[in-house]
């Protein structure tokens, strides 16, 4: 069936150090969102990817979409305390069926 | 403008026992959805609904069913809970973009 995986399930950085988390796909996704979860929180909607190889950036966070619109990543840089929670993509296929993925738990230590 | 609000924020129950978690939204959103979050596991879609009077089946149904009573209220019914369904369930609402906005969820433990 349709599913998105995600890499790793965890990650614990000293602050001030980069943080990349990954999705992948088998299939070929319309578009791609990416969605932060703080601890004891609801998810809370980052960025939306839809063009092949796409690139957007919010500060210190970087979204990539693939060019066979396949997989994407979020990269962090220098993490702060304030980027602690779960991060997760959200592949929506061409069905319009849309899969998330399991999450990334990040830490970070002062 | 509350955004999503879910009712209760926690509820134990016993295995069999019903129980319905409250849904709404007051955005004008046509499109609204039932996610259940094991650790582990992310959300997965229990049942959605593209707009007022029709509800679909998500990736795990089993178990639950769903009403949407009116454009702005969107319920989840668990007709005899078990074990299995202790979660945190979140609904969320969405517009003509697949953004969804989440509600802050119902920490639900079935003993």
């Known amino acids: 069936g349709q599913q998105v995986m995600q890499i790793p399930q965890y990650q614990h950085v000293q602050e001030g150090e980069d943080f990349t988390t990954y999705c992948n796909s088998s299939?070929?996704?319309?578009?791609i969102q990416w969605y932060k979860q703080r601890p004891g929180g609801h998810p809370v909607f980052l960025i939306q990817?839809?063009?092949?190889?796409e690139v957007k950036k919010q500060k210190r966070l970087t979204f990539q979409f693939g060019e066979a619109k396949k997989n994407s990543s979020l990269h962090i840089t220098a993490t702060q305390t304030t980027d602690v929670g779960t991060y997760f993509c959200?592949?929506?296929?061409?069905?319009?069926?849309?899969?998330f993925g399991a999450g990334t738990r990040l830490t970070v230590k002062p | 403008n509350a955004g999503v609000t879910q009712t209760p924020k926690f509820q134990v129950l016993k295995t069999g026992q019903s129980m319905t978690l409250q849904c709404a939204q007051d955005?004008?959103?046509?499109?609204m959805y039932w996610y259940r979050q094991d650790p582990g596991m992310g959300l997965r879609l229990i049942y959605y609904?593209?707009?007022?009077?029709?509800?679909d089946k998500g990736e795990v149904p089993n178990g639950y069913n769903v009403s949407r009573l009116n454009k702005r209220e969107f319920s989840l019914r668990l007709e005899s809970a078990a074990p299995s369904q202790t979660s945190v369930y979140f609904c969320?609402?969405?517009?003509?973009?697949?953004?969804?906005?989440f509600g802050p969820g119902t920490r639900l433990t079935v003993t």
């Open positions: 959200a592949g929506s296929f061409n069905n319009n069926d849309m899969r």
């Open positions: 955005m004008n959103h046509n499109s």
């Open positions: 969320a609402s969405s517009e003509a973009t697949p953004r969804e906005y």
């Open positions: 609904s593209a707009s007022e009077g029709t509800t």
């Open positions: 299939t070929t996704l319309s578009n």
């Open positions: 990817l839809v063009k092949s190889g």
